[in-house]
């Protein structure tokens, strides 16, 4: 019987989180991330490598890995790999988890299964809702994760945001805001009788316009979710193999039945 406490137990524990999250009245934006699409993972990875592995290790992920996504060995070699020459180490970074402690006040989390634990919307907004903040050390802010440590080491390219508040005297009208939005917004009580619905405005322009720097994150949360487990794109290939076979063999089975049965009928 443990183990089938210890499930129940999981399973409550996830639908109270989701519950809190809901009721947080945090709307997260659907992430755009295809697994399948082999040449958004290869762009992933190489942003990741780029602009993330200087903090956070991938660690359950082996470089070799990286030829399932059509990448060669000496690619890797020369464009994905800083931090080893053994094309079979994992994907560790640089940097010690004692210096990260000291620059951030803990050790920037692995991102091996950040994607199943978060799940892709989570991080696809998360990497769009960093907004200036003068108040944090870091100066920036996340409407997702609030008073984050980490910085917005994307800035330069997705530009610079400011948070916009909007009051409203009825709960109703705030979520109504909310959802007009149409992006990512948080709705949030006050008081009694009062609420605020906080979204993001572009202040300043990036090197990336709008529309490119959410393909830049997509394929960043792409390659998250695949590093995440990365033997789902097989299955999900063979799944696709078996149904198609199947289709092919129905086809057979009801031109046999109608031969079967063309004198009865």
């Given at each position: 019987?443990?183990?089938?406490?210890?499930?129940?137990?999981?399973?409550?524990?996830?639908?109270?989180?989701?519950?809190?999250?809901?009721?947080?009245g945090?709307?997260?934006?659907?992430?755009?991330a295809?697994?399948?699409?082999?040449?958004?993972?290869?762009?992933?990875?190489?942003?990741?490598?780029?602009?993330?592995?200087?903090?956070?290790?991938?660690?359950?992920?082996?470089?070799?890995?990286?030829?399932?996504?059509?990448?060669?060995?000496?690619?890797?070699?020369?464009?994905?790999?800083?931090?080893?020459?053994?094309?079979?180490?994992?994907?560790?970074a640089?940097?010690?988890?004692?210096?990260?402690?000291?620059?951030?006040g803990?050790?920037?989390?692995?991102?091996?299964?950040?994607?199943?634990?978060?799940?892709?919307?989570?991080?696809?907004?998360?990497?769009?809702?960093?907004?200036?903040?003068?108040?944090?050390?870091?100066?920036?802010n996340?409407?997702?994760?609030?008073?984050?440590?980490?910085?917005?080491?994307?800035?330069?390219?997705?530009?610079?945001?400011?948070?916009v508040?909007?009051?409203?005297?009825?709960?109703?009208k705030?979520?109504?805001?909310?959802?007009?939005?149409?992006?990512?917004?948080?709705?949030?009580?006050?008081?009694?009788?009062?609420?605020?619905?906080?979204?993001?405005?572009?202040?300043?322009?990036?090197?990336?316009?709008?529309?490119?720097?959410?393909?830049?994150?997509?394929?960043?949360?792409?390659?998250?979710?695949?590093?995440?487990?990365?033997?789902?794109?097989?299955?999900?290939?063979?799944?696709?193999?078996?149904?198609?076979?199947?289709?092919?063999?129905?086809?057979?089975?009801?031109?046999?039945?109608?031969?079967?049965?063309?004198?009865?009928?």
């Amino acid at each position: 019987m443990k183990p089938m406490t210890a499930l129940l137990g999981f399973i409550l524990l996830a639908a109270t989180l989701t519950v809190s999250a809901e009721e947080a009245g945090l709307r997260l934006v659907p992430a755009p991330a295809k697994r399948l699409d082999v040449e958004s993972l290869q762009r992933g990875a190489r942003n990741f490598v780029n602009y993330c592995f200087n903090c956070h290790s991938a660690q359950y992920m082996r470089y070799n890995r990286l030829t399932d996504l059509a990448i060669s060995e000496q690619a890797i070699r020369d464009n994905l790999m800083f931090a080893t020459d053994k094309l079979g180490s994992t994907m560790t970074a640089a940097m010690s988890k004692a210096d990260a402690t000291a620059w951030f006040g803990a050790p920037p989390p692995d991102l091996s299964v950040e994607a199943r634990i978060r799940g892709v919307d989570w991080l696809y907004s998360y990497l769009l809702g960093f907004y200036r903040d003068e108040k944090t050390v870091t100066g920036w802010n996340n409407l997702v994760f609030n008073n984050v440590s980490m910085p917005h080491v994307l800035w330069k390219l997705s530009g610079v945001q400011r948070l916009v508040e909007t009051e409203f005297e009825e709960e109703g009208k705030a979520e109504a805001a909310a959802i007009a939005a149409k992006g990512l917004a948080l709705a949030e009580r006050i008081n009694d009788h009062k609420y605020v619905v906080k979204t993001l405005a572009q202040d300043e322009p990036g090197t990336l316009p709008p529309v490119e720097y959410k393909a830049f994150v997509a394929d960043l949360v792409n390659f998250l979710d695949y590093v995440s487990e990365p033997v789902r794109n097989e299955r999900i290939n063979i799944g696709i193999g078996v149904l198609i076979y199947l289709g092919v063999l129905l086809i057979f089975a009801y031109a046999l039945k109608r031969a079967y049965w063309k004198d009865v009928h």
